[in-house]
């Protein structure tokens, strides 16, 4: 009769917590955009801002870094291009801040890190920098233009809209006490506005008008802070 073999019990090995950090890397959400719109105030000033910013950033960077290519075959023009690399990410930053009221999001810095060195070692890293001709394309080429265009855009929407919605309040201060349109001293009926009654269907048209500069020009402004964010911003 043979004895029942025995099996030597396995060792049990305590389990061992891994912390979460040492196995998975954290990855930092990327912020969203706030899902509701600015304000018509705020995008407007937004708006109407961009172009005397667009106007200031396009003298300075055109005058500083013409100036400094073409004198610096005289090394004058070295101080000017450095000069000009400080005033372009001076006015980008001014740019993601401006942006970030519109978008209700910070804006990141996407400069890489300055290299160890001699002074002229990190201003070389900055000018090979391509957030640094990111800066340049849009504070050169870009803000002036859409600032021209936005800023004419805005201001027209929202005179013509204000203006007819309380145009039977001033049509009486015309000089011909009203508005009268018509080729060779003849009158169009439809385009005369010479009492309260005649001017209501103007002002239900510039309210229309109003609603619409309401509602443009906070989209208007997102889509410019999106451009400056994409083009200013941290890249993922």
Do not use: K, N
Request: charged fraction near 10%; aromatic fraction near 8%.
């Amino acid at each position: 009769m043979t004895s029942p073999t025995t099996h030597p019990a396995r060792p049990v090995h305590p389990a061992v917590s891994v912390p979460l950090s040492a196995t998975t890397r954290q990855v930092r959400p990327v912020a969203a955009d706030r899902s509701e719109l600015p304000g018509p105030v705020t995008a407007s000033a937004y708006v109407l801002l961009t172009l005397p910013v667009g106007v200031v950033a396009f003298v300075v960077t055109v005058l500083l870094f013409t100036a400094g290519v073409a004198s610096a075959a005289v090394w004058l023009g070295l101080p000017l291009l450095v000069l000009g690399l400080s005033a372009t990410r001076g006015l980008a930053r001014l740019e993601r801040v401006r942006a970030a009221t519109v978008l209700g999001r910070r804006v990141g810095s996407p400069y890489r890190a300055a290299p160890p060195g001699s002074a002229a070692r990190r201003w070389w890293s900055r000018a090979t920098d391509p957030a640094t001709w990111r800066d340049l394309l849009y504070l050169a080429v870009l803000l002036l233009p859409l600032g021209i265009a936005e800023f004419t855009a805005v201001v027209t929407v929202w005179s013509v809209g204000l203006s007819l919605l309380v145009l039977p309040v001033w049509y009486r201060f015309l000089p011909e006490g009203g508005v009268h349109l018509g080729p060779d001293g003849t009158t169009f009926h439809w385009l005369t506005v010479d009492s309260a009654w005649s001017a209501l269907p103007w002002s239900c048209a510039g309210l229309l008008v109003v609603a619409l500069a309401v509602r443009g020009t906070p989209l208007l402004a997102v889509a410019h802070a999106r451009l400056a964010a994409a083009l200013l911003g941290r890249r993922p």
